[in-house]
């Protein structure tokens, strides 16, 4: 039986959902200080509209340079930031970010308001982020969503800002997100950052211990690939984050705090302010690979012999010595085509199988998207 064609049935198709995950580590030194000439930093690009600024991982005007994460900072309309008092700059962009950013992660209310920022996705209540930076992963490092419970991110908080600052760390992460996300969000899954000690010393208030889950510092958003950090991991316990007994955190060289950073600086001032205080970052992406696998089945009776003109010769079997001889094929390709039969994938085998009617083969064909 010279079989060509054989029909698949819905037996013989399987679909699969496959995740597969890969470390991202970013180390401060890459987002700041490693391609600086003279006082410009050559990875970092800011634009004349001032809304963010994009970080890479080589000078962006090589073409070699691979876009990590786009960084903004904003504020609600009701926080104490947003009054027009003198020296405020840019306090329209800044509410507009933090709008745009609502809008697209939190969406609206039942009265068609924005919703504001909660640190522990409480939509109806709970306590309010007013003030935020914004950490936007480029899809080339995310691929299709970032693995829950993987997310950390270590910020200096040293009092002076000089050689010592990462001395005092903190560390973000979403801790247990994996058992723990919220789903009320338009933009998918998120996690609820946590704030913990990364290094020894009296820096965090007294809630907060390594790897807790009380002390929130902002929000994951995993399929959208943006982290919400809080200003308040650079605000003293009353207001913020950090012990009592610390004075603020001088977020650049001119001693400002994250309140004057926020308020009296430009939005790449800000995002310097943070950028530059980045010890570690690291992630997990995920890529979720789909495929199909195909049973294609040879039964004994079935592709025993071939249709390449090579297979005869003078009207005889080159395969076989006499009459009588079992007739054999070697199955090197494997097609599969539409009812049509319009051919639509080749899979090749590694090397050639034997096929007589003493034996049955089953190839599985898998096509991945």
């Not at 991202?24 to 987002?31: H, R, W």
């Not at 025993?304 to 070697?330: E, G, I, W």
């Amino acid at each position: 039986m010279a079989t060509t064609y054989k029909s698949l049935s819905t037996n013989d198709i399987v679909t699969t959902k496959t995740l597969l995950h890969e470390a991202i580590p970013i180390t401060g030194t890459i987002v700041s200080g490693t391609y600086t000439s003279g006082t410009t930093e050559q990875n970092i690009k800011n634009y004349t509209h001032g809304m963010f600024q994009s970080v890479y991982d080589y000078p962006y005007l090589s073409s070699s340079a691979n876009h990590i994460f786009d960084i903004s900072a904003g504020f609600h309309s009701t926080s104490s930031l947003s009054g027009a008092s003198g020296g405020h700059v840019q306090i329209a962009k800044k509410i507009n970010i933090y709008n745009q950013m609502a809008q697209v992660l939190m969406g609206y209310d039942e009265n068609g308001n924005i919703r504001r920022f909660d640190e522990d996705g409480d939509l109806t209540g709970g306590t309010k982020m007013n003030e935020v930076f914004f950490i936007n992963f480029a899809r080339l490092l995310t691929k299709d969503e970032i693995k829950k419970g993987s997310f950390s991110l270590e910020l200096g908080v040293n009092e002076l800002f000089d050689a010592n600052k990462f001395n005092s760390r903190i560390k973000i992460a979403d801790t247990n997100a994996q058992n723990d996300y919220r789903v009320n969000s338009p933009a998918g899954d998120y996690g609820i950052l946590y704030a913990g000690e990364s290094t020894s010393g009296n820096i965090l208030h007294s809630n907060a211990q390594a790897g807790d889950t009380t002390t929130k510092a902002g929000l994951i958003f995993y399929q959208a690939g943006i982290a919400v950090i809080s200003a308040s991991v650079f605000l003293q316990d009353t207001a913020g984050i950090l012990h009592t007994d610390m004075d603020h955190t001088d977020m650049n060289a001119a001693e400002k705090s994250i309140i004057d950073i926020l308020s009296g600086s430009a939005i790449s001032a800000s995002c310097d302010a943070l950028r530059q205080r980045i010890y570690n970052l690291s992630f997990n992406n995920t890529t979720e690979l789909n495929s199909t696998v195909y049973f294609c089945r040879a039964h004994h009776n079935e592709f025993n012999y071939s249709t390449n003109p090579t297979y005869l010769s003078s009207s005889k079997l080159v395969v076989k010595n006499n009459a009588s001889d079992t007739p054999v094929s070697y199955v090197s390709t494997v097609g599969l085509y539409s009812a049509d039969n319009e051919l639509l994938a080749v899979a090749k085998l590694s090397e050639p199988l034997r096929k007589d009617p003493t034996n049955e083969l089953t190839l599985r064909v898998r096509l991945d998207y």
